[in-house]
């Protein structure tokens, strides 16, 4: 696989990710605006865990993939994977949120829920916090990786069209637009 298709490939999961982690966050809004049930159905938490398990393993598909490239690609990549491991650390945290609410309803009388679901929200959009952050660093971290390419390409001359598609991958892959 080439340089281009490598960078390509990782634009467009940049993109992918941002999209995973806008579908957190409104999950979290979810979670704050809805009254909890007294009972989360074990098919809903089974799903839950085998898409996690899903996406597990396509973790690691993509690491093994990625191993392959030279220096920038597997740099990106590198900076791709911390994105997605938060974005599934989200993802699960969440779900076991939901099943984590029946225990303490189980547990506890209806003014410590009210206070139990104020924690819980409050660890969430801490969280989701970090997240924003997190994406905010990949970016800038992006930005660059774009800028060192950008220069890469000039001082050694080569076709324009190689800034064009990287000018153009990177500004979709910034609005979250795969290509």
Same mark, same amino acid.
């Given at each position: 696989m080439s340089h281009d298709e490598e960078m390509d490939m990782a634009m467009s999961r940049i993109g992918v990710l941002r999209y995973q982690l806008e579908q957190a966050n409104d999950e979290i809004a979810r979670l704050r605006s809805s009254s909890f049930v007294t009972a989360v159905p074990s098919e809903e938490y089974e799903k839950v865990k085998t898409k996690l398990a899903n996406l597990? &393993?396509? /973790?690691?598909?993509?690491? &093994? =993939?990625?191993?392959? $490239?030279?220096?920038?690609?597997?740099?990106? $990549?590198?900076?791709? #994977? /911390? %994105?997605? @491991? $938060? %974005? /599934?650390? @989200?993802?699960?945290?969440?779900?076991? &949120? @939901?099943?984590?609410?029946?225990?303490?309803?189980?547990?506890? =009388? $209806?003014?410590?829920?009210? *206070?139990? /679901? *104020? #924690?819980?929200?409050?660890? %969430?959009? &801490?969280?989701?916090a970090r997240l924003k952050a997190e994406v905010e660093r990949l970016t800038k971290a992006g930005d660059a990786m774009h800028c060192f390419l950008i220069g890469y390409i000039v001082e050694n001359r080569l076709s324009s069209a190689h800034l064009n598609k990287l000018d153009d991958d990177w500004a979709n892959a910034t609005k979250g637009v795969q290509s």
């Open positions: 597990k &393993a396509e /973790r690691d598909q993509l690491k &093994a =993939d990625l191993e392959k $490239s030279d220096g920038v690609v597997w740099t990106l $990549s590198v900076e791709n #994977d /911390r %994105l997605k @491991q $938060s %974005l /599934r650390l @989200q993802i699960e945290q969440n779900a076991l &949120a @939901q099943v984590g609410f029946k225990m303490y309803q189980d547990n506890v =009388d $209806s003014g410590g829920l009210h *206070k139990d /679901r *104020k #924690d819980a929200i409050a660890r %969430l959009e &801490a969280e989701n």
